[in-house]
Structure formats: structure tokens, C-alpha cells
């Protein structure tokens, strides 16, 4: 089977990226979300990419153009998937979202159609009964602001099929990632394995009061050479992902965690201050302070 139309469903932050960047190289895509509030958005970041593209990678007008004729949208999720050679999942972090979607994901998209989890959090072998298809079904993970940060982390369950595995490390290439294979489940995969707990270090020390963000931020520049701190990278992740998973944590029973998760919903999430995709997060944009000259000083 070759893939060549692809269902991207969640259109949120990094949802939309993952259906630009492969319409950009070339595919069907079929973007899935779950209402027309939700579908306006995704348009307009669609829309706002087209800028990121030609200003961070010299795309033409044409080219950024011609990758948006081939996005499609649907808030019927049958209609979204019906015939799709892949279906990327790119839900919120949330075990039992994402069980209930693909339990009605399995009952209707073709039988040979093959389904991915983007989750940054969660083991695969934790959704791949509720598929339906274990065999065909794994985990591909992409990096925040992926037409530069082109990673692509494939990580299989243990029943997943060598050739899907084979097939789904093509297709990273085949949309201009690095394909980083993973032949054994991983919490994090190798990304957020090294970088989850650098962010959950930094938030501790803001919410302990130790120092503020922008202070955590300058020390781990200055010290290690870093272009972004914890905080610069949070913003780029968005708030909306770091909070969930500390809430997760929170609930089985863990109160640091708890504490880390009431400060973003209080400070910034209630404030609308979600990140760069807002505008304001532990920086204002589009012109941080951590890019003006006198900051590292």
C-alpha cells in the first residue's frame, strides 16, 4: 500500500503543522476536527504558516499556495478518514479522549488504513487495543515548529507489524523529517525523555519561588549556549500540553505536580496567555525579550 492521502485529525497547535508540512510535500490531506469553531481556527494558523514557511525555509508564495489547495476539512469524522491510507491522531493528551476517538475511529476507517498516535506523553501500547488494529497501529511524534525542528520519532508497540513500521519511517522522509526510529516503547520517546524533565525542573523552581522565568531562562542560555530556555520552549509547546500532564500527574497523587498545574491554569491559561500562538505566554510576541541583544547581560 502506498500512502498518499492522509487524515490529520486535531487541528490544534501541532495538528495543523503536521497537516501543512505534508500537504506542503505533496499529500492529500484531510484535516479533522471536531466543530467549525475549531476549523476557522486551524484555517487561520493554515493560513499563518504560509508566512512561516516562506520567511524560515524561502518557500515561494506558490509552493505554500499549492500545499494549502491540498488541504481539506471536516468535522465529520467518517467523511474525514473514508479511504486514507493513514490517519494521523494529534488529540489532546488525555487517556480517555483519546481511547473513546479511536475506538469510533476503528468502527469506521477502512481496515487496511494505518493509524498513528502524535501523543508526546502516553505509551502506544496504552491505545492499541482501543484501535482495533493493533498491528496497525503505532506512535509518530513531532517536534513543535516542524517545517525546522524536523524530527519524526516512529516508536512501535510490540504488536506492531515490521512492515507498517518500515512504511510509516518512509513517510517522515517522504514530508522532509529526520525519521528517527524507536524499536522499543519509550515514555517521551528520546526527545521529551531529555527535554520533559529540564521544563518540569524550571517550572519547579518558579512555583517554589526560587527565581522567576525569565532568570531561568538567561541562566540556562548564557551557561550552556542554548538559543531558548525552558520557559521560550513552553511557549513555543504551548501552555495547553504542559498543563494536562501535570494535572495527569497530579491526579495520582503527586502535589508538586499539582502545584506546577495551578499555576499555569491561574497565571496563564485562565488569562489566555497559552503561549506563542496567542501572543503571550511567559513572553509577548512576535518580538520576545529573549531575542533583544541586552538580554543574556
Known amino acids: 500500500?502506498?500512502?498518499?492521502?492522509?487524515?490529520?485529525?486535531?487541528?490544534?497547535?501541532?495538528?495543523?503543522?503536521?497537516?501543512?508540512?505534508?500537504?506542503?510535500?505533496?499529500?492529500?490531506?484531510?484535516?479533522?476536527?471536531?466543530?467549525?469553531?475549531?476549523?476557522?481556527?486551524?484555517?487561520?494558523?493554515?493560513?499563518?504558516?504560509?508566512?512561516?514557511?516562506?520567511?524560515?525555509?524561502?518557500?515561494?508564495?506558490?509552493?505554500?499556495?499549492?500545499?494549502?489547495?491540498?488541504?481539506?476539512?471536516?468535522?465529520?469524522?467518517?467523511?474525514?478518514?473514508?479511504?486514507?491510507?493513514?490517519?494521523?491522531?494529534?488529540?489532546?493528551?488525555?487517556?480517555?479522549?483519546?481511547?473513546?476517538?479511536?475506538?469510533?475511529?476503528?468502527?469506521i476507517a477502512d481496515l487496511d488504513t494505518i493509524f498513528a498516535t502524535n501523543t508526546s506523553t502516553l505509551l502506544p501500547s496504552n491505545l492499541m487495543e482501543a484501535t482495533g488494529r493493533p498491528e496497525r497501529f503505532l506512535a509518530l511524534h513531532f517536534a513543535n515548529q516542524i517545517w525546522v525542528n524536523n524530527t519524526a520519532e516512529i516508536m512501535r508497540t510490540p504488536r506492531t507489524d515490521d512492515a507498517v513500521f518500515d512504511q510509516v519511517v518512509a513517510f517522515a522522509k517522504d514530508i522532509g523529517m529526520v525519521a528517527l526510529p524507536l524499536h522499543k516503547e519509550q515514555p517521551g520517546y528520546i526527545l521529551n525523555t531529555l527535554l520533559v524533565p529540564l521544563l518540569g525542573a524550571a517550572l519547579e523552581l518558579v512555583v517554589k519561588g526560587v527565581a522567576d522565568p525569565h532568570t531561568v531562562d538567561k541562566t540556562w542560555m548564557v551557561a550552556t549556549g542554548a538559543p531558548r530556555g525552558p520557559f521560550a520552549i513552553l511557549d513555543v509547546i504551548g501552555l495547553t500540553t504542559p498543563y494536562n500532564i501535570n494535572m495527569a500527574a497530579a491526579a495520582e497523587g503527586d502535589e508538586g505536580r499539582g502545584a506546577v498545574a495551578q499555576y499555569l491554569k491561574e497565571q496563564y491559561i485562565d488569562r489566555g496567555k497559552l503561549g506563542i500562538a496567542t501572543g503571550e505566554g511567559f513572553y509577548t510576541y512576535p518580538n520576545p525579550a529573549y531575542l533583544q541583544q541586552d538580554f543574556l547581560k
Request: charged fraction near 20%.
Open 1 to 107: 500500500m502506498t500512502i498518499r492521502t492522509v487524515a490529520v485529525c486535531g487541528s490544534g497547535v501541532l495538528g495543523s503543522q503536521i497537516a501543512f508540512q505534508t500537504a506542503f510535500h505533496g499529500f492529500d490531506v484531510r484535516v479533522y476536527d471536531i466543530n467549525d469553531e475549531a476549523i476557522t481556527r486551524a484555517r487561520a494558523t493554515m493560513q499563518g504558516l504560509q508566512e512561516r514557511y516562506q520567511q524560515d525555509i524561502q518557500a515561494t508564495p506558490e509552493q505554500t499556495q499549492a500545499a494549502q489547495g491540498r488541504l481539506s476539512f471536516f468535522t465529520d469524522l467518517g467523511e474525514a478518514v473514508r479511504g486514507v491510507e493513514l490517519v494521523i491522531e494529534a488529540i489532546p493528551e488525555v487517556i480517555d479522549l483519546k481511547r473513546d476517538f479511536y475506538q469510533k475511529l476503528g468502527a
